[in-house]
């Protein structure tokens, strides 16, 4: 997915030249060509991701167009006020990267995890929040990026990611894509997460369900009449998540459902249940630890639909 991003931003970079690209100490090799070609819009700030904010929001106001890039949790987490106030208050079209998203970063342990921001971020007024599920998505909405006036934050993986999207794919923000259509339950993850649903889809396919698999990369502005759907068509609802249940892709889906009196729709957030990580392991097993695997999604529409969890919204 980085390589889809810097393959796409450079791109950009060649036809607009008020394109600028910043990282915070990693990240470099990634962005050698973007460096080489074009010397004077490529800025290595060092361990100083607030600073780097200061400076993207300062050449926003000078109608440039600035994309920053580091870890997730180093660009959101430590930065968040000059997000706030430097970039969403004055509105500013200030492209944000984070890479690795959710446990990508496994071994490194909870502070190298960002399983909080998108609820952090969510609640800043003004700014759009993707996480995209493959390389295919990230590079189409780096492409679309370009529309937004307001402030963006992208959350990707890293690289070597497989695509589950071919090249015709049409991203849009603020749409929500259906991979499968069915009639029993729906699932609706955010981010590469979606490979663990498509993983579940088989097996949930031969207990004889039903399944309605639903791609949300933007988290907001959330696609209301996409989850209003669900809750007509299937009745039950499953998000899937790496993230803390609170604040994220979850919260978003009961907020549409309680606002529009879904008082009888079946619904299960998945993700991290409002905990720290205390385990140490590989992106996989952290995965399955919190309960965002392909087998823990299989376990949870089984309990949903035989009735063993009653959750109304």
């Not at 978003?252 to 905990?275: I, W």
């Amino acid at each position: 997915m980085r390589k889809a991003f810097t393959r796409a931003l450079y791109d950009i970079s060649k036809k607009n030249k008020d394109v600028y690209s910043m990282t915070a100490d990693i990240g470099v090799f990634a962005f050698n060509d973007i460096k080489k070609d074009f010397p004077e819009r490529f800025f290595n700030v060092g361990v100083a991701e607030a600073n780097m904010m200061g400076m993207a929001a300062g050449l926003a106001l000078s109608d440039k167009i600035p994309f920053v890039f580091t870890i997730a949790p180093f660009i959101t987490m430590r930065c968040c006020e000059q997000i706030k106030v430097d970039v969403c208050y004055h509105d500013l079209p200030v492209k944000i990267y984070g890479a690795g998203g959710g446990f990508v970063y496994g071994p490194q342990g909870a502070t190298h995890h960002a399983i909080e921001e998108i609820g952090v971020l969510r609640s800043l007024p003004n700014i759009t929040l993707v996480c995209p599920s493959d390389p295919i998505e990230t590079e189409k909405l780096t492409y679309e990026s370009m529309k937004l006036k307001g402030p963006l934050y992208v959350r990707i993986s890293r690289n070597n990611e497989p695509n589950y999207h071919d090249k015709e794919y049409d991203f849009k923000f603020g749409v929500a894509d259906e991979i499968k259509s069915g009639s029993d339950i729906s699932i609706i993850s955010t981010g590469p997460v979606l490979g663990n649903v498509l993983d579940s889809y088989d097996v949930l396919k031969s207990k004889g369900y039903d399944i309605s698999i639903i791609n949300m990369a933007t988290v907001k502005p959330i696609d209301k009449k996409a989850v209003l759907k669900c809750a007509k068509q299937t009745g039950n609802i499953i998000t899937v998540e790496e993230h803390n249940i609170i604040g994220g892709l979850g919260s978003a889906v009961a907020e549409v459902l309680s606002e529009n009196n879904c008082s009888d729709v079946n619904f299960k957030r998945l993700g991290v249940n409002d905990k720290f990580c205390e385990v140490h392991g590989t992106h996989e097993e952290l995965q399955h630890e919190y309960g965002i695997s392909s087998d823990s999604i299989i376990t949870e529409v089984d309990n949903l639909l035989s009735g063993k969890i009653i959750s109304k919204v």
